[in-house]
C-alpha cells in the first residue's frame, strides 16, 4: 500500500496509455540530492500496456538530465491549457539558475515510489523509474517503467496541449468514438 | 534530385519535428518483396531534429513488423480526420489476409528513396530507414531515420486525429500561440 498524495486517485497500470498516446505535452519533474527540477517535454510514446513502458528523449544539454541520469527516476506530469503559461515558461528557462517551482508557482507533492514529486496542479502523475540506458548516450533517449500512476479528478476531460513547434501548440479538440478493435 | 511525387510538395528535414511532435495517429507503410502493407500506429517520437530521427513501435505480432525487420524502411503518412474511418478500418485487421489499400481505397504513390509506398491521400509522409536495431528484441523499438519528407498543399491545416484508447479519439482542436523559446 502506497500513501495517497492529496486530491489524487490511483489509476491503473493498464490504463496509462491513454494518458500519453495522443501526444501531449508534459512537465518531468526529477530530484538528485534533496534538490528537483522540472522541464517541459513532449518527446516522448508509449513503448508497452503492462508494465506500462515509456520511452523518453531527454537532451543532454538540460539540468534534467543530469538529474535523470544519476537518480534513474522521474515523474511525468499531464499539465492541461489552464497551465499553459507555466508551461512555456519551464520551457524557457534553466532548473540551473531557477527553482521553477518557486517561480511558476507550482505544488509538489511527495510521490509514493519515486524521489521526484508529483506536481500538484498536474491532472494525471506517473512515476517512473529508467529501466533502459542502451540509448541513452547516442539518442538521449530513456525507457521508463511506470511504477505508480495518479490522477486527478476532474469534472470534465482536460484539455491537453500538444506542441507544434516554434511557439505554436494546438489544443485538444473533440472527442470522437469509432469502431475501433485497438486497445 | 529525387522524383517528386505527384500532388506532393518538399518538405525540409528541419520541419519535421513539427508533424509528429503533437502525437497524431498514422499509416505506416512497408513493403517486402513487392507486396506492400499499412498499419496504423500511434507510439512513436521524435529523438532529433535534423536528421529527423524517430523512435516507433510496431508489435512483433504485426504483419509490419516482418517487413520492416526484413527491409529496414518504412513510410510515416499522416492522415486527416477525414480519413478516420480507413484508420480504423486498417488498423482492425492484418495484411496477412487483406490488400488494406484495395479495401479502404488507399492510393500507392512511389516514393523517392525507398520501397514502401507513400499514400496519396494524407497530407504529409515521411520516407524512412532503420539506423537502430537494439532495442527491437526487448521492446519492438525501431529507430528510423526520416530521409526523405513531403506534404500535400492544403487550404486549412488538416485535423489530426490522436487515439486515446478503446476507440475513442480525439480531434486536434484550435491552435494558440505561446512565447516559447523551445524550437
Known amino acids: 500500500m502506497v500513501n ?3 486530491g489524487k486517485r490511483s489509476l491503473a ?8 498516446e495522443p501526444g501531449p505535452v508534459v512537465l518531468l519533474t526529477t ?3 534533496g534538490r528537483a527540477n522540472v522541464m517541459t ?3 516522448h510514446t508509449m513503448i508497452d500496456f503492462e508494465p506500462p513502458i515509456v520511452g523518453c528523449v531527454v537532451s543532454d544539454r538540460s539540468f534534467s538530465f543530469t538529474f535523470l541520469r544519476a537518480s534513474g527516476e522521474c515523474v511525468i506530469n499531464v499539465p492541461s491549457v489552464r497551465l499553459a503559461a507555466q508551461v512555456v515558461g519551464c520551457g524557457n528557462c534553466s532548473g ?9 508557482g507550482l505544488t509538489a507533492l511527495p510521490a509514493s515510489r519515486v524521489q521526484p ?9 506517473l512515476e517512473c523509474k529508467v529501466v533502459d540506458t542502451r540509448l541513452v548516450s547516442k539518442y538521449d533517449l ?10 486527478t479528478p476532474t469534472k470534465r476531460p482536460p484539455r491537453t496541449i ?14 470522437i468514438r469509432l469502431p475501433s478493435r485497438m486497445r
Do not use: N
Request: hydrophobic share 45%; with cysteine; proline share 7%.
Open 41 to 43: 517535454q513532449s518527446w
Open 96 to 104: 540551473r539558475t531557477v527553482d521553477k517551482f518557486a517561480r511558476f
Open 4 to 6: 495517497r498524495p492529496p
Open 31 to 33: 530530484a538528485y540530492r
Open 142 to 151: 530513456f525507457i521508463l517503467e511506470v511504477v505508480k500512476a495518479w490522477t
Open 162 to 175: 500538444h506542441h507544434l513547434g516554434s511557439g505554436l501548440f494546438m489544443v485538444s479538440g473533440k472527442t
Open 13 to 20: 497500470p493498464s490504463h496509462v496509455y491513454a494518458l500519453l
Open 117 to 125: 514529486p508529483l506536481i500538484a496542479e498536474c491532472h494525471a502523475s
